[in-house]
C-alpha cells in the first residue's frame, strides 16, 4: 500500500515560518512530480508548488518569494518551506504525488497538516 504522510503543521504568528514534510511509503517503483495544495475553510483546494524530479519548481504567485519547495528522492519526501507567513496562508495544506508502484501510476493524496497564523 503507498500512502503519503505529512507533517509539521501548526500555529504561527504572522511573519513567522514552517517546514512542511511530505513522505511516501509502501512499494514504490519512482516519484514523479510532487507538490502541495492548500485548502482554507469553505474555500476550494488550490495550487501551492510543484517539483518535478529533477527539482524544477512552479509556485504559486500568491506565494512566490516566501514559500520554498524541494524534494529528497532517496528518502522520497517533499518538503515546503514556508516564511513571512501571513494570516491568509491559513488552510490546510496537502501533499500530492504521482507515484508508480506495484498498483500501477497513481495520483496520491496525503491527509493533510493544518498551518494557521494568528496572533
Known amino acids: 500500500q503507498v500512502q503519503l504522510v505529512e507533517s509539521g503543521g501548526g500555529l504561527v504568528q504572522p511573519g513567522g515560518s514552517l517546514r512542511l514534510s511530505c513522505a511516501a511509503s509502501?512499494?514504490?517503483?519512482?516519484?514523479?512530480?510532487m507538490g502541495w495544495y492548500r485548502q482554507a475553510p469553505g474555500e476550494q483546494r488550490e495550487f501551492v508548488a510543484t517539483?518535478?524530479?529533477?527539482?524544477?519548481?512552479n509556485y504559486a504567485d500568491s506565494v512566490k518569494g516566501r514559500f520554498t519547495i524541494s524534494r529528497d528522492n532517496a528518502k522520497n519526501t517533499v518538503y515546503l518551506q514556508m516564511n513571512s507567513l501571513k494570516p491568509e496562508d491559513t488552510a490546510v495544506y496537502y501533499c500530492?504525488?504521482?507515484?508508480?508502484?506495484?498498483?500501477?501510476?497513481?495520483?496520491?493524496w496525503g491527509q493533510g497538516t493544518q498551518v494557521t497564523v494568528s496572533s
Open positions: 500530492n504525488a504521482r507515484i508508480n508502484s506495484d498498483y500501477g501510476d497513481v495520483n496520491y
Open positions: 509502501g512499494s514504490i517503483f519512482n516519484i514523479g512530480a
Open positions: 517539483i518535478t524530479r529533477r527539482s524544477s519548481t
